[in-house]
């Protein structure tokens, strides 16, 4: 497994999660850095952990606010790659992020207007540089279930329909409140049922523990903040994995 550290940017900073309550975000306080200006952020998971993959949840874009484009690209010009979610709901909405040349954008089920949006993504910019999220919340879906179906395997199943080759599972009830994951038997059955699908899951990682229940579940990304900034989750940590 990889490990993803997280960055959500709001109003240009850096903010702690909540366990997807966005109104309570606040302006990172962190172990590493004493700053929570995404350059610096950035920088801090590189010196510290020798991580350059960054996934970036574009908060004001997932509000409907513009993308934070010049953000992205200072990363990208420091030598960092992004998975970007940038809040799409029409397919349209993925044009300037790959103009500036993101390498992973995300297409989540909070937001996305329906499937054909999805297939949409992935006839124009290839499966290998879109990921399908499959946002939760406390293990039920986002979205119209009429329109994407009413179990969290279902909604994979269309998403695979769709021609998604990469798959993140993402419970936002459960990011930056330390109570575990909890979507490994849901990260078994994706693997078990779609081996050929590149797997990620994120969402209250605690430490280490965490990280061990997920190997054998097919998971290959996962995403990390908290545990991090916290010192719950060690260089050494990392490398073991």
């Not at 420091?78 to 993101?102: H, M, N, T, V, Y």
């Not at 990620?200 to 545990?227: N, Q």
Request: charged share 25%; with cysteine; glycine share 12%.
């Amino acid at each position: 497994m990889r490990i993803l550290p997280v960055l959500d940017l709001m109003k240009g900073l850096v903010v702690r999660a909540q366990g997807g309550r966005r109104k309570e975000y606040r302006p990172l306080i962190s172990g590493i850095i004493r700053s929570s200006h995404p350059l610096d952020v950035a920088q801090a998971f590189r010196f510290h952990f020798g991580l350059k993959e960054l996934y970036l949840a574009d908060l004001d874009a997932i509000a409907g606010r513009p993308p934070a484009l010049q953000t992205y690209t200072s990363l990208r010009k420091r030598g960092f790659q992004l998975w970007l979610e940038p809040g799409i709901k029409q397919a349209p909405d993925a044009e300037k992020p790959a103009e500036a040349g993101i390498e992973t954008i995300i297409g989540g089920l909070e937001t996305l207007a329906g499937p054909e949006v999805l297939e949409a993504l992935c006839r124009t910019y290839s499966p290998v540089r879109i990921v399908f999220s499959l946002d939760l919340r406390n293990g039920q879906p986002f979205g119209k279930p009429e329109i994407w179906g009413y179990t969290p395997m279902e909604i994979v199943r269309r998403a695979v329909g769709c021609g998604v080759q990469r798959l993140l599972i993402l419970d936002l009830a459960r990011v930056g409140v330390g109570k575990g994951i909890g979507t490994e038997d849901l990260c078994k059955q994706v693997a078990a049922e779609f081996p050929q699908v590149e797997l990620s899951a994120g969402g209250g990682i605690r430490g280490p523990e965490d990280l061990a229940s997920l190997k054998g579940t097919g998971v290959k990304f996962v995403l990390v903040a908290s545990a991090l900034h916290d010192g719950r989750l060690t260089r050494a940590d990392l490398e073991a994995v």
